[in-house]
């Protein structure tokens, strides 16, 4: 019954690789999110959906790629892996409401090591 | 089932008083505690932070303390001030483990 979920939740894999991770919520919301949690746990916005249409796209580099096929899914596709993307990956999902983001729901996380 | 639990969806304080935020949790293997702060809009800012060898940890207006026994910890903003208001998200994990939040407490700061 799990309201974010996050596959895998380890995932190790060498440089140069072409990998993903996937997030799912059954919570109904229209906005979903991808954060990378840096080695200080400081978490940094990747992206953002709104109803399948990207909305927030930071500076990352071009090798991550978001995919929402709908609004309950948003899997992140990463190219060429380096060894500096290893870290937490969380996906996170909210209704959207006028100045807040209502019942803001957090995935457990994906571990990605990248050797 | 909710490792994680902040019983407290919203909380309204006064400024210059004392904010308490709770959160409960059941995995007595957890030993890394969190506290995240969010601004509507904005993404979740990272506070404050415990390891289970602490019972206690400082930083500036913010104290976390954690009681083991009880698989309870607490963050205390001492004085509470208007930019304080935000939702804080408490979260928990074990080494190399998942991660597991709260629903967050929404805090209104009065000034």
């Known amino acids: 019954d799990t309201a974010v979920s996050q596959t895998p939740k380890y995932l190790v894999t060498q440089m140069g690789n072409d990998k993903s991770i996937k997030c799912e919520q059954n919570l109904g919301h229209d906005t979903m999110y991808w954060y990378k949690q840096d080695s200080k746990k400081f978490l940094k916005i990747m992206f953002s959906y709104n109803n399948k249409e990207l909305i927030i796209n930071e500076t990352v580099p071009n090798r991550f790629s978001p995919k929402s096929p709908d609004k309950a899914h948003l899997n992140l596709h990463i190219n060429s892996l380096e060894l500096g993307d290893s870290a937490v990956y969380f996906c996170?999902?909210?209704?959207?409401?006028?100045?807040?983001?209502?019942?803001?729901?957090f995935g457990s996380g994906t571990r990605l090591t990248v050797v | 089932d909710q490792q994680v639990k902040q019983n407290s969806p919203s909380l309204s304080v006064q400024e210059g008083r004392i904010s308490i935020l709770n959160c409960d949790y059941t995995?007595?293997?957890?030993?890394?505690f969190l506290w995240y702060k969010k601004y509507p809009a904005e993404g979740p800012t990272f506070l404050i932070s415990i390891s289970s060898i602490k019972d206690k940890n400082e930083d500036g207006r913010f104290t976390v303390f954690l009681n083991k026994s009880a698989k309870h910890l607490s963050l205390h903003i001492v004085p509470s001030q208007p930019g304080d208001s935000a939702v804080y998200f408490c979260?928990?994990?074990?080494?190399?483990?998942?991660?597991?939040f709260g629903s967050g407490t929404k805090l209104n700061v009065k000034p």
């Open positions: 996170a999902s909210s209704q959207a409401r006028t100045g807040d983001d209502y019942g803001y729901t």
């Open positions: 979260a928990a994990t074990r080494w190399s483990g998942s991660f597991y």
């Open positions: 995995n007595s293997m957890f030993d890394y």
